[in-house]
């Protein structure tokens, strides 16, 4: 079956680093790629995705990159600050057979240290 | 514009009865999705639904688990004779159509059984 996978499951950077979490799907006919940023105890919420006729999308200082051939994708934050520290869940959405179905990576864990 | 609502926020059961979770989609969306959530771990699919229609369950376990979306009032997950282990947040998203279309989640519902 359809399957993401994520790395690293956990990240510690200081402020004003990047951070760069990757992620990898099986399934061909994915075509559709969010990111969710979940702080505790609240809800995932979509910062940023990207569909799979583009390969990079940027919105200030997060983007995203995507190589269909590989089937790898990844998210990239610049200037990070400590309310980005949270958890990063990356998803693949197929549309085979007509609906889509969101698998998600088994997250990030962004610590960003002052 | 009100956004995904689920109640409620949290729910206590004991071993052996019946926890009853709702998500009232997006206006405008007519399409619901569940997601369990186990502590530390990421989003895993459960069900779904559109209008009076289960579209896929396949993530949803086959005994004690239903879900519904009728054709007026909230989706509702249904989980008979809980057991500790059915203890997690459970995240409701919805979405105007179904293919390559941004899936928004609601707060979730805490379950908690004792």
């Known amino acids: 079956g359809e399957n993401v996978e994520q790395h690293p499951s956990t990240l510690s950077v200081q402020e004003g680093d990047s951070a760069v979490i990757k992620c990898t799907y099986s399934?061909?006919?994915?075509?559709?790629f969010p990111w969710y940023k979940q702080e505790l105890g609240k809800r995932p919420q979509l910062i940023i995705d990207?569909?799979?006729?583009?390969g990079e999308k940027k919105d200030q200082r997060i983007a995203v990159t995507l190589n269909k051939t590989a089937k790898h994708f990844s998210l990239h934050i610049t200037e990070t600050q400590p309310e980005d520290s949270a958890v990063y869940f990356c998803?693949?959405?197929?549309?085979?057979?007509?609906?889509?179905?969101?698998?998600f990576g088994a997250g990030t864990r962004l610590a960003v240290h002052p | 514009n009100a956004g995904v609502m689920q109640n409620p926020r949290h729910l206590v059961r004991r071993r052996g009865q019946e926890a009853r979770l709702r998500c009232s989609p997006m206006?405008?969306?007519?399409?619901v999705y569940w997601y369990r959530q186990l502590p530390e771990e990421g989003l895993k699919f459960m069900v779904y639904?559109?209008?009076?229609?289960?579209?896929?369950e396949s993530g949803m376990p086959k005994e004690r688990f239903s879900a519904e979306f009728p054709k007026e009032g909230p989706s509702i997950l249904r989980i008979q004779q809980v057991v500790r282990g059915d203890s997690a947040a459970y995240f409701c998203?919805?979405?105007?159509?179904?293919?390559?279309?941004?899936?928004?989640f609601g707060p979730g519902t805490r379950l908690l059984v004792l």
């Open positions: 399934d061909s006919a994915s075509n559709y």
């Open positions: 998803a693949a959405i197929s549309a085979s057979g007509g609906y889509n179905k969101l698998i």
């Open positions: 639904l559109q209008k009076e229609n289960i579209i896929d």
């Open positions: 998203a919805s979405s105007r159509q179904g293919t390559q279309e941004t899936q928004y």
């Open positions: 206006k405008g969306h007519s399409h």
């Open positions: 990207i569909r799979s006729n583009v």
